[in-house]
């Protein structure tokens, strides 16, 4: 019973290209992440949603989208993919917003862009 | 300079030695204090928490943390092959405020324990 999923597991693809990650959760939780995990094993948060609703949204390129059709689901549309993507897309989820609630994270997705 | 820094190693150590991994931080307003796991090609996994100064224990993983200094640690004795991973420092504002689940990880320690 995996608890965050994540699909596809491996994207291999060309510069320019528009690209999707998809990411459910079967844990009932409120609140779901994306990650990216550089090369050097740096993690850090891209956006958050709670109940559907966009939370946080750092620093990220406008060719990044997220979307949550509900809130067992987030997905990640990248649009005109560039070599600099290349990284491990994490997705999370948290029963709530409290900086306290445990993060449960999927098992990555590896993008790499050609 | 990151806000939470931390010696991304290579540490490499024999089987039963003690294993201490650290993290400094810049940001005061951080509170909560956690650990995790990340096993090779794996998403990474909580392994400890706690709020305040002082030491928490859970078998053989100690989690200290020292909020006038800023830094945080991990130990672990007796380490074992499975032990083997990198482990990630992460800091959020805490329960309340506006942290909004926002955690802010260090760079990651890679840990190998040889037999």
């Known amino acids: 019973d995996t608890a965050v999923s994540q699909t596809p597991k491996y994207l291999v693809t060309q510069m320019g290209n528009d690209k999707s990650i998809k990411c459910e959760q079967n844990?009932?939780?409120?609140?779901m992440y994306w990650y990216k995990q550089d090369s050097k094993k740096f993690l850090k948060i891209m956006f958050s949603?709670?109940?559907?609703?966009?939370?946080i949204n750092e620093t990220v390129p406008n060719r990044f989208s997220p979307k949550s059709p509900d809130k067992a689901h987030l997905n990640l549309h990248i649009n005109s993919l560039e070599l600099g993507d290349s990284a491990v897309y994490f997705c999370?989820?948290?029963?709530?917003?409290?900086?306290?609630?445990?993060?449960?994270f999927g098992p990555g997705t590896r993008l790499t862009v050609l | 300079q990151k806000e939470v820094e931390q010696d991304p190693g290579p540490l490499s150590v024999p089987e039963g030695a003690i294993v201490s991994l650290n993290c400094t931080y810049s940001?005061?307003?951080?509170?909560?204090f956690m650990w995790y796991r990340q096993y090779s090609r794996k998403g990474p996994e909580l392994l400890m928490y706690?709020?305040s100064s002082g030491n928490k224990e859970d078998g053989r993983f100690t989690a200290q943390v020292d909020k006038s200094s800023k830094y945080i640690s991990l130990f672990i004795r007796d380490s074992q092959p499975s032990d083997s991973a990198t482990y990630l420092c992460?800091?959020?504002w805490g329960a309340g405020g506006t942290s909004y689940g926002k955690l802010t990880f260090g760079q990651g320690t890679i840990l190998t324990v040889h037999p």
């Open positions: 992460a800091m959020s």
């Open positions: 844990l009932g939780h409120d609140t």
């Open positions: 706690t709020y």
């Open positions: 940001n005061s307003a951080f509170q909560y």
């Open positions: 949603y709670n109940n559907k609703e966009l939370i």
């Open positions: 999370a989820s948290s029963l709530g917003l409290a900086g306290t609630d445990t993060q449960y």
